[in-house]
């Protein structure tokens, strides 16, 4: 079963500070990962993707990738009120042509 | 250049009652897959569509089925509703099961079941 795991939160920061959003998977074999913003009632909305281990950076945003430690993570510089939000982390395993979400992590940025 | 377009926005039905759900995918994709997302909860797969054929499936019941049409457009049906159906059901698009980018979704069906 290929699984996806993530701290439900919510995760407190304060504005203009550094969030720290992690993700586990459960299977080697994933090629593809990505994270998505998904603001309360709305759908998701992907913001960054990252296929090779090492840091990934656009804008504020930074995703890092382990695939030894089968971990990826999303860092958000410079936190805004309007950055919460529920963060899904999502994994591409190519063998089963599906997108497997976590079950996201909620943000909430204090001004 | 329009997105992922679903309809209806919204939907209350009773428990019993069949539904069925629209989606049209981005321009210049090809693919679609229909994911059920539960309150507070990560968005869980259903099906997806390539070349008008289920390519995989979630752990979902046979209630649930779907439909590609040949302009990639799809359906996705629900029969005998049960009050745990209740969920935000979105579309995702793709060209092809994406390293490109990932999925583009529509902004979901919202299905109330009473």
């Known amino acids: 079963q290929k699984e996806v795991e993530q701290n439900s939160g919510p995760l407190s920061v304060p504005e203009g500070a550094i969030a720290s959003l992690n993700c586990t998977y459960s299977d080697r074999g994933s090629q593809s990962f990505f994270w998505y913003r998904q603001y309360s009632g709305k759908s998701p909305e992907l913001i960054m993707f990252?296929?090779?281990?090492g840091d990934k950076e656009d804008g504020r945003f930074t995703a890092q990738l382990n695939k030894a430690s089968q971990y990826v993570s999303l860092l958000i510089r410079d936190s805004q009120p309007s950055d919460s939000a529920t963060y899904l982390c999502?994994?591409?395993?190519?063998?089963?042509?599906?997108?497997?979400f976590g079950k996201g992590t909620l943000l909430t940025v204090n001004p | 250049d329009a997105g992922v377009t679903q309809s209806p926005t919204h939907l209350i039905k009773t428990r019993g009652q069949q539904v069925t759900l629209r989606c049209s995918p981005k321009?210049?994709?090809?693919?679609v897959s229909w994911y059920q997302q539960a309150l507070g909860q990560g968005p869980q797969f259903i099906f997806q569509y390539y070349e008008e054929e289920e390519r995989q499936r979630g752990n979902f019941p046979d209630r649930f089925s779907g439909h590609q049409f040949p302009n990639y457009s799809s359906e996705l049906n629900v029969n005998a509703l049960l009050l745990g159906d209740s969920a935000l059901y979105l579309c995702?698009?793709?060209?092809?099961?994406?390293?490109?980018?990932?999925?583009?979704f529509g902004s979901g069906t919202r299905l109330t079941v009473v």
């Open positions: 990252i296929y090779s281990n």
């Open positions: 321009s210049g994709h090809d693919t």
């Open positions: 995702a698009s793709s060209s092809s099961p994406g390293r490109s980018g990932g999925y583009t």
């Open positions: 999502a994994v591409w395993w190519g063998s089963n042509y599906k997108l497997t």
